[in-house]
Structure formats: structure tokens, C-alpha cells
């Protein structure tokens, strides 16, 4: 199964377990993990479902494709790390 992992950064905020999925893409993916945990949806998502501009989603080490959609397929085996964005200079 596809293991969903939040970094430590988001540990601060919440509780941030690592979940296993057989969803097929991201989406889907997040909709079970977010089920029953309405305030890691929303550090997550915007109120649009929308990923959040502090937010940076990897999957096989890519940087998901889309911030609105979320449609990046999933493998079996797929890693997905959440973690907030950094800025500065």
C-alpha cells in the first residue's frame, strides 16, 4: 500500500500519523486521511480543497503536478510526503 507520511514540521501544529492508502491518486489519498480529522484538512487544505500556498506535496520524490486538482496517479508502493513549504532568501 501507498504510505502517506506528514514531516515533523507539521508535528508542531498537530498530530500527524503515518498512514498506509490503496487509493489510486492523490485526491482520493488525502480524503482518507483527512476523514475524521477536520484540522489536518484544513493546515493542509484551503477552504477551496485547494493545497496551501505553505504546503509541498511529494510522491516518488516528484513534486506533485497540481495544487487544485490533486489527481497525481499513485502506485501500490507510492511514498507521499507532506510537508510545509520554505521561503526566504
Not at 514531516?7 to 503515518?18: G, H, K, S
Amino acid at each position: 500500500m501507498a504510505q502517506i507520511i506528514f514531516t515533523q514540521q507539521l508535528a508542531r501544529f498537530l498530530p500527524v500519523p503515518e498512514l498506509s492508502t490503496q487509493a489510486s491518486n492523490l485526491r482520493s489519498a488525502l480524503d482518507g486521511a483527512f476523514a475524521g480529522n477536520a484540522r489536518l484538512r484544513a493546515y493542509v487544505l484551503d477552504d477551496q480543497g485547494h493545497l496551501r500556498e505553505n504546503v509541498v506535496i511529494f510522491i516518488d520524490g516528484k513534486r506533485s503536478r497540481d495544487r487544485v486538482l490533486l489527481d497525481d496517479a499513485l502506485q501500490p508502493d507510492s511514498k507521499i510526503y507532506i510537508l510545509q513549504a520554505l521561503s526566504g532568501g
